[in-house]
């Protein structure tokens, strides 16, 4: 009975999912095309707490129980790179839910075959690369550092897939050139539980979820052998607190 009652809300879920995205992307398209034109400061600060709004409502939807901490080590302005494990799908959701400022994704190319997600990642300022063609990737990672001495801030999940459940993954060094070359300060972004949400079991669980926000690394006049330490230095962080998190989660 309980199984039948989860595979019902599992189903209501996804439906809801999609249509809400299907329902929600024309407007995001109309904000992004006016901010080509004018008002742009409106229509980015709009279509930013547009997609928080409704990442929350999705994350409502699946009764998450999520805990959100280390917000205050988050730069209001400047430039800035978020650098965070992935766990799973739902990771994208809690980003953008619950990061306070504008960002873009750099996204592996097979999310460009996702409809509807595919033109959001866009609509955020996102990049697309692909991760076996080193020379796309270079040139992606190039174009993610230059928006980001522009103002923007980029996420990546420098594990280059997701984990599923099967611990830290190692870190890809190249991932850090994003946040190097723009010499921006990297805030490591600690994800645990998303996996749980959905992709474990295949149904909606409505499981707790941590995510903490790490005090801010300065890149700007590293040497090069600060460079070559650096994804060891935050990979370390990172699975300090997944190891702390897992060992308080009941």
């Given at each position: 009975?309980?199984?039948?009652?989860?595979?019902?809300?599992t189903?209501?879920?996804?439906?809801c999912?999609w249509?809400?995205?299907?329902?929600v992307?024309?407007?995001?398209?109309v904000l992004?095309?006016?901010?080509l034109?004018?008002l742009?400061?409106l229509?980015?600060w709009?279509l930013?707490?547009?997609a928080s709004?409704?990442a929350k409502?999705?994350?409502w939807g699946t009764?998450?129980l999520?805990?959100?901490?280390?917000l205050?080590?988050?730069?209001?302005k400047?430039s800035?790179?978020?650098?965070?494990?992935?766990p799973?799908?739902?990771?994208?959701?809690l980003?953008?839910a619950?990061?306070?400022?504008?960002f873009?994704f750099?996204a592996?190319?097979e999310?460009l075959?996702?409809p509807?997600v595919?033109?959001w990642v866009?609509l955020l300022?996102?990049l697309?690369?692909?991760r076996?063609?080193?020379?796309q990737g270079k040139r992606a990672?190039?174009?993610?550092?230059?928006?980001?001495?522009?103002g923007?801030?980029?996420?990546?999940?420098?594990?280059?897939?997701?984990?599923?459940?099967?611990?830290l993954l190692p870190?890809?060094?190249g991932?850090f050139?994003?946040?190097?070359?723009?010499e921006?300060?990297?805030?490591?972004?600690?994800?645990?539980?998303s996996y749980?949400?959905?992709?474990?079991?295949?149904?909606i669980?409505?499981?707790p979820v941590?995510l903490?926000?790490?005090?801010?690394i300065?890149?700007?006049?590293?040497?090069?052998?600060?460079?070559?330490?650096?994804?060891k230095?935050?990979?370390?962080?990172?699975?300090k607190?997944?190891?702390?998190?897992?060992?308080?989660r009941?």
């Open positions: 009975m309980k199984r039948t009652g989860s595979i019902i809300k189903i209501l879920f996804f439906t999912f249509l809400s995205v299907f329902i992307l024309p407007l995001g398209i992004f095309v006016v901010s034109v004018s742009k400061r229509t980015d709009l930013m707490h547009f709004w409704w409502a999705v994350i009764g998450a999520v805990t959100v901490e280390g205050e080590h988050i730069p209001a400047g800035l790179c978020f650098v965070g494990n992935h799973g799908d739902f990771d994208v959701i980003a953008l619950y990061i306070p400022r504008r873009g750099i592996k190319k999310v075959f996702l509807f595919n033109l866009l300022g996102g697309f690369i692909d076996k063609n080193i020379a990672i190039e174009r993610g550092a230059q928006r980001i001495k522009k923007l801030s980029m996420i990546i999940f420098p594990e280059g897939t997701r984990s599923r459940g099967q611990g870190f890809k060094a991932a050139k994003l946040a190097t070359l723009a921006a300060p990297i805030v490591p972004l600690v994800i645990h539980g749980s949400v959905w992709e474990e079991t295949g149904l669980q409505s499981v941590h903490k926000f790490l005090p801010p300065e890149t700007a006049h590293l040497d090069a052998e600060a460079r070559r330490a650096l994804p230095q935050v990979e370390a962080l990172i699975k607190e997944l190891d702390l998190l897992a060992d308080q009941p």
